[in-house]
C-alpha cells in the first residue's frame, strides 16, 4: 500500500453521510426539509458525485453527471422532491419535500456515492395535522341529552371528558376513531348525560406530537339556556334551547304517562 492509496483509505474512512438522529416532523400539507450533509475537500468533483434519497426500495429523487434524473422517480414524489443544488459542492445532500403526505410517513435513506464509494445512512419522518375546532351536535331521548363532538386530525389524539371537579368522565364517555380515505383519523366522541341538570363538562383532546390541546367547557342549564365557551357553538344556541325544551316536554310527558299507571 503506497501513501496515496493509504490517505485514499483514511479519508475514505472518515467520510460519512449525516442526518439528524431524531424523527423528523412533517405538518400534512407543508413542505419538509430531511437534512444530509457530507464532508467535501477542495478537489471536490461534483459531477461526478451521486445522491439518492429512497424511503425503502422506492426512489425519491436522484441527483447525478451534476444534475437530477427523475426518470426512477416513483410517482408518489413527482413534482414534489427537490435538492439544494447550489449547495451541494458544501456537502449539502438535504432533500426538500413540498405537500406532505401522510404517504410520506417512513425512514428515508440519504445516499452519497463519490469516489470514494457510496455511504448511505437512515432519517426517520412522521407525519401530523392538526386537529381542526370540533363540531358540536345533540341529540335527545326521554332519559337525557347526548353530546357528540367530531373533529379530524393526525396521529391519534387523547380524548378526556372532566367535570367541574377535574374528575375524569368515564363511564358515560364512548369515543371511536376511524381513518378516512387520506388516513386522518376522524374523532367521535359521545358523552351521555342523564336527566337536565345544570351541568358543565370539559372536553380535552390532545395531540402530542403538535403539543395541540384542545380544551372546551360546554355547560348545560336546565332553565332553558346554555352556555358555551369560548363563544365556538354560539351559532348552535338556538337550537340547543328547542332541544332541551323538547326534552323537558319529554320528561313531562313520561310522568304524566306513569301517572295515569
Ligand atoms: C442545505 O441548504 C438548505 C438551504 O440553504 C438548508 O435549509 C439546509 O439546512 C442545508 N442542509 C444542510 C445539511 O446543511
Ligand atoms: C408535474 O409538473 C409538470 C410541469 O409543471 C406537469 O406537466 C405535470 O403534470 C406535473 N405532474 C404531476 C403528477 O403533478
Ligand atoms: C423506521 O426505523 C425505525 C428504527 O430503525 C423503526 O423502529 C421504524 O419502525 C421504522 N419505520 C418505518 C415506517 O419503517
Ligand atoms: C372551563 O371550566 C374549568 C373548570 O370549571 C375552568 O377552570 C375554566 O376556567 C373554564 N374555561 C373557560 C374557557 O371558561
Ligand atoms: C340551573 O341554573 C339556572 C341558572 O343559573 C337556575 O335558574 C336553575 O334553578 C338551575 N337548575 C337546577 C336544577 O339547579
Request: hydrophobic content about 35%; overall charge neutral.
Amino acid at each position: 500500500m503506497n501513501w496515496k492509496s493509504c490517505l485514499t483509505f483514511v479519508v475514505s474512512f472518515l467520510f460519512e453521510t449525516t442526518v439528524p438522529s431524531e424523527t423528523q416532523l412533517a405538518i400534512l400539507g407543508q413542505h419538509i426539509v430531511l437534512d444530509c450533509s457530507f464532508p467535501v475537500d477542495k478537489q471536490w468533483d461534483r459531477t461526478r458525485c451521486q445522491i439518492e434519497w429512497k424511503l425503502d426500495k422506492v426512489v425519491v429523487h436522484s441527483f447525478y453527471y451534476g444534475q437530477d434524473h427523475l426518470n426512477d422517480q416513483n410517482s408518489h414524489y413527482v413534482n414534489r422532491t427537490s435538492l439544494y443544488h447550489s449547495d451541494i459542492q458544501k456537502g449539502n445532500a438535504s432533500l426538500r419535500l413540498e405537500h406532505a403526505t401522510l404517504g410520506d410517513e417512513g425512514n428515508y435513506t440519504c445516499t452519497v456515492h463519490t469516489e470514494m464509494g457510496p455511504k448511505r445512512t437512515s432519517v426517520s419522518l412522521k407525519l401530523a395535522a392538526f386537529y381542526a375546532e370540533p363540531r358540536l351536535k345533540f341529540s335527545t331521548s326521554a332519559c337525557g341529552v347526548e353530546l357528540l363532538l367530531t373533529t379530524k386530525g393526525y396521529p391519534r389524539p387523547s380524548v378526556q371528558w372532566l367535570t367541574v371537579s377535574g374528575e375524569d368522565v368515564g363511564d358515560d364517555t364512548v369515543t371511536h376513531l376511524s381513518q378516512d380515505t387520506q388516513g386522518l383519523y376522524t374523532v367521535s366522541s359521545t358523552v351521555s348525560l342523564q336527566g337536565a341538570v345544570n351541568k358543565t363538562l370539559t372536553f380535552i383532546l390532545k395531540n402530542e406530537a403538535l403539543g395541540q390541546e384542545i380544551r372546551r367547557n360546554i355547560t348545560l342549564l336546565s332553565g332553558n339556556s346554555v352556555d358555551v365557551s369560548p363563544g365556538v357553538y354560539q351559532e348552535r344556541w338556538w337550537f340547543v334551547i328547542t332541544v332541551l325544551a323538547v326534552m323537558l316536554k319529554y320528561l313531562k310527558l313520561n310522568k304524566l304517562y306513569r301517572t295515569h299507571l
